[in-house]
T-cell receptor, first 114, second 116 residues
Framework: AQSVTQLDSHVSVSEGTPVLLRCNYS??????LFWYVQHPNKGLQLLLK??????LVKGINGFEAEFKKSETSFHLTKPSAHMSDAAEYFC????????????FGRGTSLIVHP | EPEVTQTPSHQVTQMGQEVILRCVPI?????FYWYRQILGQKVEFLVS????????KSEIFDDQFSVERPDGSNFTLKIRSTKLEDSAMYFC??????????????FGPGTRLTVL
């Protein structure tokens, strides 16, 4: 069985400071992991994904995430927050093994202060 | 850039009525999905669809729900007799394939369903 936990429901940062959104997962197989972003009244947009290639994954808009199997984590980071990064972020796991039903985390709301 | 579209953006209905939510997936994609998100809760998988049949469905997707690809472009979710608890945001998604690397799902903006 697979599950995903986003450790923070809200993260508040100042513009120009680093962003860290935390995600832990559990999976019985070798999972695919995704981060999606949702801006108000918009659909979910893929930021990046991990599918057993390089453990450090670079995505759009300067975001990256590192897959750490030993810690079962897939935290999302960005060196310098921008006001436009304010949105809801979802960590998603899809473990394969014959089923491709993804499991979403509850989401983390990123607030960026000027 | 191609995108998934959904109509309507907001649907209000009376309990017991049938609703049809519509989606136009990205044109070269083969797999289609519906999800829902009840206010304040997680995004939940409902169903996946490939080659004109359901590939997988969750326990939420009971006999009240059905999906259809009535033509070459639309993908619909029907709820036969809506209940108050069906009130949620419904997202459609599509992907080229179901396995990496082409398994990325592209989501539409959602339809907010309100059941009164």
């Amino acid at each position: 069985a697979q599950s995903v936990t986003q450790l923070d429901s809200h993260v508040s940062v100042s513009e120009g400071t680093p962003v860290l959104l935390r995600c832990n997962y559990s999976s019985s197989y070798s999972p695919s992991l995704f981060w999606y972003v949702q801006h108000p009244n918009k659909g979910l947009q893929l930021l990046l994904k991990y599918t057993s290639a390089a453990t450090l994954v670079k995505g759009i808009n300067g975001f990256e995430a590192e897959f750490k199997k030993s810690e079962t984590s897939f935290h999302l980071t960005k060196p310098s927050a921008h006001m436009s990064d304010a949105a809801e972020y979802f960590c998603v796991v899809s473990e394969g093994g014959g089923s491709y039903i993804p499991t979403f985390g509850r989401g983390t709301s990123l607030i960026v202060h000027p | 850039e191609p995108e998934v579209t959904q109509t309507p953006s907001h649907q209000v209905t009376q309990m017991g009525q049938e609703v049809i939510l519509r989606c136009v997936p990205i044109s070269n994609h083969l797999y289609f999905y519906w999800y829902r998100q009840i206010l304040g809760q997680k995004v939940e998988f409902l169903v996946s669809f490939y080659n004109n049949e359901i590939s997988e469905k969750s326990e939420i997707f009971d006999d009240q729900f059905s999906v259809e690809r009535p033509d070459g472009s639309n993908f619909t979710l029907k709820i036969r007799s809506t209940k108050l608890e069906d009130s949620a945001m419904y997202f459609c998604a599509s992907s080229e394939m179901r396995v990496p690397p082409a398994d990325t799902q592209y989501f539409g903006p959602g339809t907010r369903l309100t059941v009164l």
